[in-house]
T-cell receptor, first 113, second 111 residues
Framework: DAGVTQSPTHLIKTRGQQVTLRCSPKSGHDTVSWYQQALGQGPQFIFQYYEEEERQRGNFPDRFSGHQFPNYSSELNVNALLLGDSALYLC????????????FGPGTRLTVT | DQQVKQNSPSLSVQEGRISILNCDYTNSMFDYFLWYKKYPAEGPTFLISISSIKDKNEDGRFTVFLNKSAKHLSLHIVPSQPGDSAVYFCVNAGNNRKLIWGLGTSLAVNP
């Protein structure tokens, strides 16, 4: 039973560029949430996708956007990268009403130079 | 402004002893509380949770206590094992199911 997978594991980008991060949820899960974790901080909620729609959003600018596909996998897109976007990006999956208990992937480490 | 506060960034405990990790919160609308554990280079893993209608939940060596009047919860690990060494996050959730995370406490259990 595959857990949550994320790709790529590491990424280096330049300021102003755009990036796409990918996530496949745990088998049987239909909800995907994305988090940003800066060094020394707890994860900060970016947004959540369910039934291919953004259901909730944290305090992140419109440069952060996402998508969920019919197979429940998801993408996180960040445009016009800033140095401050350097962080670990975590994807978590859950099953509908049990969304309090989320299963996390290993994350994608994004470095913006 | 941190809604979920873990005031101890680190904790060191001897193997076999009790580990107590503390968490304070400010939002009385939170109705569900969780603890996640994170090893280096891995995503957080769910450990234990408690609903606001309860004051204690136990799962094996792990027990979470909730004191709503003090807006305080704690995680007890007994007996502590070296494999418990990790960063522990206190997480609160309201009825919108959005998770609010603390900064984490790094636990080191020494053999």
């Amino acid at each position: 039973d595959a857990g949550v997978t994320q790709s790529p594991t590491h990424l280096i980008k330049t300021r102003g560029q755009q990036v796409t991060l990918r996530c496949s949820p745990k088998s049987g899960h239909d909800t995907v949430s994305w988090y940003q974790q800066a060094l020394g901080q707890g994860p900060q909620f970016i947004f959540q996708y369910y039934e291919e729609e953004e259901r909730q959003r944290g305090n992140f600018p419109d440069r952060f956007s996402g998508h969920q596909f019919p197979n429940y996998s998801s993408e996180l897109n960040v445009n016009a990268l800033l140095l401050g976007d350097s962080a670990l990006y975590l994807c978590a999956s859950s099953l509908g009403d049990r969304s309090y208990e989320q299963y996390f992937g290993p994350g994608t480490r994004l470095t913006v130079t | 402004d941190q809604q979920v506060k873990q005031n101890s960034p680190s904790l060191s405990v001897q193997e076999g002893r009790i580990s107590i990790l503390n968490c304070d919160y400010t939002n009385s609308m939170f109705d569900y509380f969780l603890w996640y554990k994170k090893y280096p280079a891995e995503g957080p893993t769910f450990l234990i949770s408690i609903s606001s209608i309860k004051d204690k939940n136990e799962d094996g060596r792990f027990t979470v206590f909730l004191n709503k009047s003090a807006k305080h919860l704690s995680l007890h690990i007994v007996p502590s094992q070296p494999g418990d060494s990790a960063v522990y996050f206190c997480v609160n959730a309201g009825n919108n199911r959005k998770l609010i995370w603390g900064l984490g406490t790094s636990l080191a259990v020494n053999p």
